[in-house]
C-alpha cells in the first residue's frame, strides 16, 4: 500500500516509540492522528513536528481504557482526515512488580494493565475496522514486547498481556481478511521510551548483554517495520521479534 495520502491513527504518540512513528508517517507523506491520553502539550509538539516537516497532523484525545473515548477517537480521526486507513496499536501501561510478588500484583493492578494493553488495542481495531473495510483496504500494527516470548518484563501482567496480543494479531488477521492486515512488532529494551527510562544504567547494560548482538533495539529499527508492515500487500498475522537476539539467549 502507497503510504503517501494515507491517515494513520498512532496511540501513545506524544513521546517515545509511538512519537518517532507518527514523525515517520508524516516524512513519507501520510495524515497523522496523533493519539494521547494526557499532557496534550507533549502531542501539539509532535504535531508541530509533523506540521514542520511538510506533514499533516492533527492531536487526538484517547484513553484506551475507554469504550466510548475508543469510539470518539476514531469518529474524531475520521472528521477531521476523511478516512482512516492505518491503525498502529502503540500506547500501553505497566508498573513495575517483581514477578515473585504475587501479593503486590492486586486484581485491580492486573485489570488495569489487561485492559490498556490488551482491550484497549481489540477495541480500537473493533472501532477502525467498519472504516477501513467500507474502503476494502486498511493496515493494523500492534507492538508487542520481546516479554511476550520469555518470562520477563515489568510485571507478570504486562508480559501475559503482551504474549496475548501476539496471538491477538493472528486472530485479527483472520477476522479482517482480505480486506485488512493485522501483524505486530515485538521490540526489546528501546532506550528513550517512557519503559527504557525507567530500568537503571545498570539494569540497561544487563539488558544489552543478555541479547546476541550486544545492544538494545533502536527505535528507528521498530518505526521501520511499522511502515514496512503498512506497505506490505502480502502479509499478514505475523509477529517480527526486534530485540537483538534476546529471545534466543
Known amino acids: 500500500m502507497e503510504l503517501k495520502g494515507c491517515v494513520a491513527l498512532v496511540t501513545g504518540a506524544s513521546s517515545g ?28 509538539q509532535t504535531c508541530a513536528a509533523i506540521i514542520a516537516a511538510g506533514g499533516r497532523a492533527a492531536p487526538i484525545r484517547l484513553e484506551q481504557t475507554d469504550p466510548a473515548s475508543i469510539s470518539s477517537a476514531v469518529a474524531d480521526t475520521v472528521k477531521q482526515f476523511g478516512r482512516i486507513d492505518i491503525l498502529v496499536n502503540n500506547a500501553a501501561w505497566s508498573t ?115 541479547t546476541l548482538l550486544k545492544r538494545t533495539t533502536p527505535m528507528d529499527d521498530v518505526t521501520a517495520q511499522v511502515l514496512a508492515f503498512c506497505r506490505s500487500d502480502t502479509v499478514t498475522g505475523q509477529t517480527l521479534l526486534i530485540d537483538g537476539g534476546h529471545a534466543f539467549h
Not at 20 to 44: I, K, L, N, P, T
Open 17 to 44: 516509540l509511538g512519537r518517532a512513528v507518527a514523525q515517520a508517517f508524516g516524512e513519507v507523506g501520510s495524515s497523522v492522528a496523533v493519539g494521547y491520553r494526557a499532557g496534550r502539550e507533549a502531542a501539539d
Open 96 to 210: 513495575d512488580i517483581p514477578f515473585a510478588d504475587l501479593e503486590a500484583m492486586t486484581p485491580e493492578l492486573w485489570d488495569r494493565i489487561q485492559t490498556t494493553n490488551l482491550r484497549g488495542p481489540f477495541l480500537l481495531a473493533r472501532a477502525c475496522a467498519p472504516h477501513m473495510r467500507a474502503q476494502r483496504r486498511g493496515r493494523i500494527v500492534n507492538v508487542s514486547g520481546a516479554s511476550a516470548f520469555t518470562a520477563s518484563g515489568s510485571s507478570l501482567a504486562q508480559a501475559t498481556a503482551k504474549a496475548a496480543l501476539v496471538h491477538l494479531t493472528r486472530c485479527l488477521a483472520v477476522a479482517l481478511a482480505p480486506d485488512i492486515t493485522v501483524n505486530c512488532v515485538a521490540p526489546g529494551l528501546m532506550e528513550g521510551t517512557g519503559m527504557g527510562a525507567r530500568v537503571s544504567p545498570a539494569g540497561v547494560e544487563a539488558a544489552r548483554a543478555r
